[in-house]
């Protein structure tokens, strides 16, 4: 059975830095690109980062609205997968998931299958 | 950056109705396109993937259809269950944008 568990989160101040994690099980990690979608309270869903798998050299894909603050980064070995948020701001807020991306051989991604159930990142004083 | 756009924002409907929803794009992204849905306090869940393509286990009654720059999700004879916020997302190269979303009620 395919597991995406999210954690990490929780409240921190504007201007902090925090570190999300996403462990995975199930499936073969190192068969996936992996990606972040957040979603801030009553909002739409965010995209935020992907990093594909070894195979493409780990290559790492950005939001534009993100850049500079934001780092997505992955090991293999832990079927796991991490988001590096730095200089946060209030409009941060928001629920965090982890998804994967099947991609078949591909360069890329052909859907967001599996969901983790997310994890709340509180931007506040 | 590509735009994604849907319409309407919201909808209510009758459980047995036909429900249509758009997904529009600022430029061509082929069918590179796809539709999730979203039940409060729920993770997203795939539901149609390069426009028309349904994924593993989602009723029949879901259709997704259109090329280039419009698309459609199409619930035939909706049921109470899919009440939900419906996104579309677009694919293939980053950012993988997704659009507002819809809203479906059923009365």
């Known amino acids: 059975e395919v597991q995406i568990l999210e954690t990490g989160g929780g409240l921190v101040k504007p201007g902090g830095s925090l570190r999300l994690s996403c462990a995975t099980s199930?499936?073969?990690?190192?068969?996936?690109?992996m990606n972040w979608v957040r979603q801030a309270p009553g909002k739409g869903l965010e995209w935020i980062a992907q990093?594909?798998?070894?195979?493409?050299?780990?290559?790492?894909y950005y939001a534009e609205s993100l850049e500079g603050r934001v780092t997505i980064s992955r090991d293999d070995s832990k079927s796991s997968v991490y988001l590096q948020l730095s200089s946060l701001r209030a409009e941060d807020t928001a629920i965090y998931y982890c998804?994967?991306?099947?991609?078949?051989?591909?360069?890329?991604?052909?859907?967001?299958?599996?969901w983790g159930q997310g994890v709340m990142v509180t931007v506040s004083s | 950056n590509i735009v994604m756009t849907q319409s309407p924002k919201s909808m209510s409907r009758s459980v047995g109705d036909r429900v249509t929803m758009n997904c529009k794009a600022s430029q061509n992204v082929y069918n590179y396109i796809v539709w999730y849905q979203q039940k409060p306090g729920q993770s997203p869940k795939l539901l149609i993937y390069y426009a028309s393509n349904r994924y593993n286990g989602v009723p029949d009654r879901f259709t997704g259809s259109g090329y280039g720059t419009d698309f459609t999700l199409t619930i035939n004879s909706v049921q109470a269950e899919d009440a939900a916020f419906y996104y579309c997302?677009?694919?293939?190269?980053?950012?993988?944008?997704f659009g507002p979303g819809t809203k479906l009620e059923l009365k």
């Open positions: 998804t994967r991306s099947p991609y078949y051989g591909y360069n890329y991604p052909h859907y967001f299958d599996y």
């Open positions: 199930g499936f073969n990690f190192n068969d996936y690109f």
């Open positions: 997302q677009r694919l293939y190269n980053s950012p993988y944008t």
């Open positions: 990093i594909k798998n070894k195979n493409y050299n780990y290559a790492t």
